[in-house]
């Protein structure tokens, strides 16, 4: 972490990579205290006039997303705010007792998923920028989470969902586009392979390995980004992602599952892939 802010849609990833396991972050730099004391006001009188589980999380998982690509920040943010199992800790001014700029993150539970989310600019460190504020960076983490515990919830038990599917459609669903990033991976020609062939088994560094490998964090999740962008694009929107989930989830196979879903290979999924990621971001 340095002391450059992002710009508006850069926030900065999930700082850690293989945080599945037990717990999901987003850590964006830019925070601040004007702001959040009516954040919580209104999360409170959200959450004392919405019934909050019942209907939203039971309606179809494909509607829900398909409703999404309409608009999603803003509905994500506001199904967020009416419907997760919320854990609130305002700690104002004793620090963060998680990491220092983190706003909200997902704990990953088959029976009792929550989000913890912690107050915009309630630590004595961290970073702010007036003219990002809190808001934006806030809202695009609890849609990112949220997207994680809709994916979950949609999958039980918890399905084969390889780790640049999930951090992927999160970023995507939260509108986090990565296109600096992206387009410095293509004019640099560093493309993380989504399978790598040369490596034995145990050693290999390519997306379909997302939680063990050894990379920026910001280059892995641009390239989860790009192949949801992909995939919604070429191959029938978030319902084609959708599709694609659920095959993959079946077969546990890459190949198989591309075939299932779109009736291509890996290999073809690959080279259009790389193709287009070089006419998008040139
Ligand atoms: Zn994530």
Do not use: C
């Amino acid at each position: 972490m340095n002391n450059e802010f992002p710009g508006p849609r850069s926030v900065p990833s999930d700082a850690r990579r293989s945080s599945q396991a037990t717990s999901d972050t987003r850590r964006p730099r830019a925070t601040g205290v004007a702001g959040a004391y009516i954040f919580f006001a209104a999360l409170y009188f959200v959450q004392s006039v919405g019934d909050p589980t019942s209907g939203l999380i039971a309606q179809p998982v494909r509607s829900l997303l398909r409703s999404w690509g309409e608009s999603p920040a803003a509905l994500g943010a506001l199904m967020a705010l009416l419907a997760v199992p919320w854990t609130i800790k305002p700690i104002f001014g004793l620090g963060s007792p998680v990491a220092a700029d983190l706003l909200a993150r997902y704990l990953p539970d088959a029976r009792d998923p929550q989000i913890e989310v912690f107050a915009p600019g309630s630590y004595p460190f961290g970073f702010y920028d007036p003219a990002i504020g809190w808001e934006q960076p806030l809202e695009a983490t609890l849609t990112h989470e949220y997207t994680h515990l809709v994916m979950d919830r949609s999958f039980i038990p918890l399905g084969q969902v390889s780790g640049w599917m999930r951090e992927g459609l999160a970023e995507y669903v939260a509108g986090i586009r990565h296109q600096d990033t992206l387009r410095e991976i293509v004019r640099s020609g560093r493309i993380i392979p989504i399978i790598d062939t040369a490596a034995p088994a145990l050693q290999k560094q390519d997306l379909q390995h997302f939680d063990t490998l050894d990379a920026d964090p910001e280059q892995t999740y641009a390239l989860a980004y790009a192949l949801v962008a992909y995939i919604t694009e070429r191959h029938g929107g978030v319902d084609g992602f959708w599709k694609f989930a659920q095959a993959y989830d079946q077969r546990a196979d890459l190949d198989l599952a591309l075939q299932q879903a779109f009736g291509i290979t890996y290999a073809q999924f690959d080279t259009d892939w790389r193709a287009w990621l070089k006419t998008t971001y040139a």
